[in-house]
């Protein structure tokens, strides 16, 4: 195929993965309520739309209760006011928001979804992925990522207000220091595969997951995404109590969707990326008879750990700002850092055959 067809099919394949995600955006909203719900014992969205299932003698039942909730978030949300406040930057209170959706929508482009596969006769290859085969996709995505905070803090710098202010300063450092810790969380999986392709990282865990070999990485990212999406216990930006909401307290209606957009989208992709670097990725049973399965496990995976994220913010109480501060520089980058030379050591040990690893794997049946 010639260059313009594959950056035609890159595109075609970019648009569906982003509207899958728009999409995919708003039911995560969904899914957050039902399970807190569930969680603190209370009642979710049960009311804006349901599937009636009548029952001979008994009430109907209503299936699928509050599954037209985002809907009607979405609609309301077009429709509330959304005014300017007198003496902002408008340029960059404007852009602020569309930074932060383009650089969510950004992050799934190197995020491998399935092994080589054909559909409608073109073959996506070395895997499905808007750009795949990118060498450099962690350095991508830790740019994409620190591209991220601009959004958030140009938000609050261009509303005029202190409180918005100090919740982009706030921003800034946090995002920042935890930047430092998801890198040294992947920099172990870079190294047990010897690349920075998220699909050959995949590829390298079809004898074990690197959650196995590298459960302290494991952790360290996914505090880090916690705090990178600003959810509990690190949601500090957003601190109604101290903030009055924070760097967005001065946007409305769609604006503020727009932020709001962005975290759940950023939720889907972290843990796409999670799933990528220390899940399998797309691996698992029959996916060389049917390649297409790919997809669902990327998406199984994506759901559990969507799940463990909604977990933590209903069961841990947030921190204080010098507590979370304090816990990434000088608990989560030492750990890393370490993690890090301990890995480096092993490999090598493995390599000059003074460790047999085979011995070792056996020993748990692996």
Not at 103 to 118: C, G, L, R, Y
Not at 280 to 301: D, H, Q, R, W
Not at 335 to 356: H, P, Y
Request: proline letters at 5%; zero cysteines; hydrophobic letters at 55%.
């Amino acid at each position: 195929m010639t260059a313009g067809q594959v950056a035609l099919v890159s595109l075609i394949v970019g648009i569906v993965i982003t509207l899958v995600a728009a999409t995919g955006f708003a039911y995560t909203t969904l899914y957050e309520r039902k399970l807190l719900a569930r969680m603190q014992h209370r009642i979710g969205p049960n009311r804006a739309g349901y599937i009636p299932f009548p029952r001979r003698g008994k009430k109907e039942k209503k299936l699928l209760g509050g599954i037209m909730q985002p809907a009607a978030d979405a609609v309301k949300l077009f429709f509330k006011e959304d005014p300017t406040p007198a003496r902002v930057d408008r340029f960059v209170y404007t852009l602020a928001p569309m930074l932060a959706v383009i650089t969510a929508i950004m992050s799934f482009a190197v995020i491998p979804w399935a092994p080589e596969m054909t559909i409608l006769g073109y073959t996506f290859s070395p895997y499905l992925a808007v750009a795949p085969g990118l060498n450099v996709a962690i350095v991508f995505i830790l740019a994409i990522t620190s591209i991220g905070v601009y959004g958030v803090f140009l938000a609050g710098w261009a509303s005029n207000s202190k409180y918005a202010v100090m919740g982009g300063i706030r921003a800034s450092a946090q995002m920042i220091s935890y930047e430092l810790a998801l890198g040294l969380a992947v920099i172990p999986a870079i190294m047990l595969a010897n690349s920075m392709d998220l699909g050959l990282i995949v590829e390298g865990q079809r004898a074990m997951w690197y959650v196995v070999l590298q459960p302290i990485a494991a952790f360290i990212f996914f505090l880090g995404a916690l705090a990178e999406l600003e959810r509990s216990p690190f949601d500090l930006l957003e601190a109604e109590q101290e903030l009055s909401s924070g760097f967005n307290v001065e946007y409305g209606g769609m604006r503020f969707g727009m932020f709001f957009m962005t975290q759940y989208m950023k939720m889907i992709a972290f843990s796409a990326i999670f799933a990528a670097l220390f899940l399998g990725g797309y691996l698992g049973p029959f996916l060389n008879e049917a390649p297409a399965l790919g997809i669902v496990y990327m998406a199984i995976k994506i759901i559990a750990v969507m799940f463990v994220m909604i977990w933590v913010r209903a069961t841990l109480p947030r921190f204080r700002y010098d507590q979370l501060m304090q816990f990434g520089w000088k608990r989560l980058i030492p750990i890393g850092l370490a993690n890090v030379i301990v890995t480096a050591f092993f490999i090598i040990m493995v390599e000059e055959q003074i460790i047999d690893l085979a011995g070792i794997t056996s020993i748990f049946g692996f």
